[in-house]
C-alpha cells in the first residue's frame, strides 16, 4: 500500500484561486420580544436526609478524649468538662444510632460516638471508684 504524499505546491485540490465569498447579508436590528410564560421553570431541590444527633455524638467524643488527654497538664481539672460532655455525647450518640436504623444514614458516626463516649465514662467511673476506694481505705481503722 502507498502512502499519500502531500503535493510539492501545497495545493490538494484543484489548481487556481478560490471562488468568491457570498455577499454578507445587512444585519437588521429588531426589538427584543419578551415571551411570558405561563407555568415558570420550576426548580427541583433534593435535600438529603442527614443525621446530625450521630455527628454531634462523634464530636462530643472526639473533644472529650481530647480534653482528657491534655488533663494531665492541668492538674485533672478538665475531666470536671470532658466526662460531662461525654455523657451528653452517649445520649447524642444514642439518638443518632436510633435514627440511623430508621433513615440509613449516620451509622458510622454513631458507633464511632458510642465508642469514644462510653470509653471516658468508663475511665471515669473506674477513677472516680479508686479516688473514693482511697479515700475510704485509711479511714477504715479508726
Known sequence: MEEAKPP?????GRSGPLPPLPPIPPRVVTPIQTQYHPHPLQQNF???????????????GIISIIISVISPFFLFSCCFVSVPMA?????FSHIGYDRSKQI???NG??????????????????????FILGVSLPFADA
Open 87 to 91: 455523657i451528653i455525647g452517649v445520649i
Open 109 to 130: 458516626n454513631a458507633v464511632g460516638g458510642l465508642i469514644l463516649n462510653w470509653l471516658q465514662v468508663g475511665f471515669a467511673s473506674i477513677l472516680l471508684f479508686l
Open 46 to 60: 433534593v435535600v438529603m436526609p442527614t443525621n446530625g444527633s450521630a455527628t454531634a455524638g462523634l464530636v462530643f
Open 8 to 12: 510539492e505546491d501545497g495545493n490538494f
Open 104 to 106: 440509613g444514614i449516620g
